[in-house]
């Protein structure tokens, strides 16, 4: 006999149940419809959230089979809801915008089976769901490049998650939109705050980490393979 909280793989003509948890309503309204077009009959999805609490409880209500998770979240990221509501409950695949390496790998030590962009696309995405419903890890190829590199010790990761922990979250995503080029009102635009804000966390950001211009901080932030 399974119940609801099985893997797909062992409940054979079963849909694989979902959880949503991304803090924008807007990317949330299109997974769900290209996840509806791409996997009609193979993905059921059974809740959204838009932060840590109410992610907590639609697992814990739901029992999804795998929960597409965002790594940056109102109330602790990703990462919190996870240490809540461990792998027992349901296998998470990260689905996020960053591609830093340390996004990657803290949220794989947090007990992710795979991280994928939101890049991806509708077909890709069911296939990534199916995968990690039966068991499997998951990444995009360039991602599992800093998971292998972790691991094989290339990549200082204590180093880095020493510097980050300086940095609020918001700090960490204005920080790379910078580092990668982005001007005031793109990294604006991108976060939905104004331009006064991102000068103010820049500011902040540099003080924290003892740099001086932008161009020392993208050196900083590509030493560390943070874009």
Do not use: C
Not at 120 to 136: F, K, S, Y
Not at 211 to 227: F, G, K, Q
Request: aromatic share 4%.
């Amino acid at each position: 006999m399974t119940t609801d909280a099985t893997p797909a793989s062992a409940t054979a003509a079963r849909p694989v149940r979902v959880v949503i948890v991304d803090d924008h309503a807007m990317f949330r309204a299109g997974v769900r419809a290209e996840l509806a077009a791409a996997g009609a009959g193979t993905v059921d999805i059974v809740a959204e959230a838009a932060d840590v609490d109410s992610a907590v409880a639609a697992i814990r209500e739901q029992r999804p089979h795998v929960v597409l998770l965002d790594v940056h979240l109102p109330g602790g990221g990703g990462a919190e809801v996870m240490r809540r509501m461990p792998a027992a409950e349901a296998r998470y695949l990260a689905l996020s915008v960053s591609d830093a390496a340390e996004d990657v790998i803290g949220t794989i030590r947090g007990g992710a089976r795979g991280y994928v962009t939101k890049n991806i696309t509708g077909p890709e995405l069911v296939d990534a769901i199916a995968r990690v419903a039966d068991g499997d890890a998951v990444f995009s190829p360039r991602l599992a490049g800093f998971v292998l590199d972790a691991f094989a010790g290339s990549i200082d990761v204590a180093a880095v998650d020493e510097d980050l922990d300086r940095l609020t979250e918001r700090e960490r995503e204005v920080m790379r939109l910078i580092a990668r080029g982005y001007a005031y009102k793109e990294v604006a635009k991108e976060l939905f705050i104004s331009v006064k804000t991102v000068e103010t966390h820049m500011s902040s950001t540099l003080r924290k980490l003892q740099l001086s211009s932008r161009h020392e901080l993208t050196r900083w932030a590509n030493d560390r393979r943070l874009l």
